[in-house]
């Protein structure tokens, strides 16, 4: 079992950053992939980033590629979404989600355990 707490969100400008966190509890997080996603309001929650457990390999949505980036530290137990360049439609809640083994997926249905999400809103 891993939980997993998200922080981070809030309102930014057009053209802004942020950086999410999100903290797991547990002692084998280090086991975990780990992934991003969101959704929007009306919208299916869809995927933005993912990393491995050693964080080796990493993944990105071709909506923020080259805008945002991820990464882990796996003493502070810790996954991290960096968004530079932030746009309106960034705007939805992020979801932080893991799954034990050294793949990731980028479809919801793989990920077992899922923060609260936290709220990105981006101002035109």
């Known amino acids: 079992q891993v939980q997993l707490v998200e922080s981070g969100g809030g309102l930014v400008q057009d053209g802004g950053s942020l950086r999410l966190s999100c903290a797991a509890s547990?002692?084998?997080?280090?086991?975990?992939?780990m992934a991003w996603f969101r959704q929007a309001p009306g919208k299916e929650r869809e995927f933005v980033a993912a990393?491995?457990?050693?964080?080796?390999?990493?993944s990105y949505a071709d909506s923020v590629k080259g805008r945002f980036t991820t990464f882990r530290d796996n003493v502070k137990n810790t996954v991290y979404l960096q968004m530079n360049s932030l746009k309106p439609e960034d705007t939805a809640i992020y979801y932080c989600?893991?799954?034990?083994?050294?793949?990731?997926?980028?479809?919801?249905?793989?990920?077992?355990?899922w923060g609260q999400g936290t709220q990105v809103s981006v101002s035109s």
């Open positions: 990393i491995t457990p050693t964080g080796r390999s990493i």
């Open positions: 547990g002692r084998t997080f280090s086991s975990y992939a």
């Open positions: 989600a893991a799954r034990q083994g050294g793949t990731y997926y980028l479809v919801t249905e793989e990920y077992d355990y």
